[in-house]
């Protein structure tokens, strides 16, 4: 069972008008339970209870998913000694996000991830034939093209990212469904064995540059272009990172590269940019 303050603040408006029970969901929206509320606890499906006060924390902790374990709470975050970097399942009013020390992998600001992850599908529609999703993440892209797309393949090397996955309720398909080929490696080292020209569409969206440059290379840009067929297309997320203080122009340098590995029709979108293979 898993809440955040979203369903928190549920919990203690219910009990702040008398109800003696209340629906909130259990698993950040896909589902409703029935909550019995008695005095200051609020008893869930499993017999567990929660006091008011606890409830109360969670109000204060909008960053964070709780588990409930134990009759308490425990955040849905820890530290990776592998990469040195802290993680944690950041909620928000439809899917949550990832947060790895400080950064979120998607627009939270006026948007959701949902709305982010149909955004970025928009771009290569129709979203058909066999994809490769370049980084997997939570997998919203995955799913969200396995639905019209005959394959998705989708790569995520990070362990802690993928423990995530296996957490987050709306992660499920990932691991259910036929269509997503899930691969653990590190995309710039395995697309070299990818077929030439066997890819329809391509969702290009890695962390942010200084985070991963390697996959804003051009020796990266050169292999997008070998393993994507004629008529092909391409979405790239960038973001605009150094845009305001540092005049930088990420998208206009990542056009110049992907131009110099052979895409055309380059033009900038809603962060990132789209280009074809003609």
């Known amino acids: 069972m898993i809440i955040s303050y979203f369903q928190a603040n549920q919990l203690?408006?219910?009990?702040?008008?008398?109800?003696?029970s209340v629906n909130i969901s259990?698993?950040?929206?896909?589902?409703?339970?029935?909550?019995?509320?008695?005095?200051?606890?609020?008893?869930?499906?499993?017999?567990?209870?929660?006091e008011e006060q606890i409830v109360k924390k969670i109000i204060k902790k909008d960053t964070s998913c709780f588990f409930i374990k134990n009759n308490g709470i425990e955040k849905i975050e820890f530290f990776s000694?592998?990469?040195n970097k802290y993680y944690k399942l950041f909620p928000t009013k439809s899917w949550p996000t990832i947060e790895i020390s400080g950064i979120r992998m998607h627009c939270v600001k006026d948007i959701t991830p949902k709305q982010d992850t149909i955004k970025k599908i928009s771009f290569i529609k129709p979203c058909i034939g066999n994809v490769l999703d370049t980084c997997t993440g939570l997998g919203y892209t995955a799913i969200m093209a396995s639905e019209t797309a005959d394959s998705v393949h989708t790569f995520e090397r990070d362990d802690a990212v993928?423990?995530?996955?296996?957490?987050n309720p709306w992660s499920e398909d990932l691991f259910d469904n036929k269509k997503i080929i899930r691969k653990k490696g590190d995309i710039f080292q395995d697309i070299k064995e990818l077929k030439n020209?066997?890819?329809?569409?391509?969702?290009h969206d890695p962390p942010r540059l200084s985070l991963?440059?390697?996959?804003?290379s051009q020796e990266f840009y050169n292999e997008l272009f070998r393993v994507i067929k004629k008529h092909g297309k391409l979405f790239h997320y960038t973001g605009n990172p150094g845009a305001k203080h540092r005049n930088i122009d990420l998208k206009k340098n990542v056009i110049k590269r992907l131009g110099i590995a052979g895409f055309s029709s380059l033009k900038e979108v809603?962060?990132?940019v789209t280009g074809e293979k003609k």
């Open 162 to 167: 993928i423990e995530l996955e296996k957490i």
């Open 197 to 203: 020209d066997f890819f329809d569409r391509i969702i």
């Open 270 to 272: 809603f962060n990132g």
């Open 12 to 20: 203690l408006q219910a009990k702040k008008t008398g109800a003696s």
């Open 212 to 216: 991963a440059n390697l996959l804003y």
């Open 26 to 50: 259990l698993d950040l929206g896909k589902t409703q339970n029935n909550i019995i509320i008695k005095s200051n606890r609020f008893i869930f499906p499993d017999n567990q209870f929660i």
């Open 81 to 83: 000694e592998k990469t």
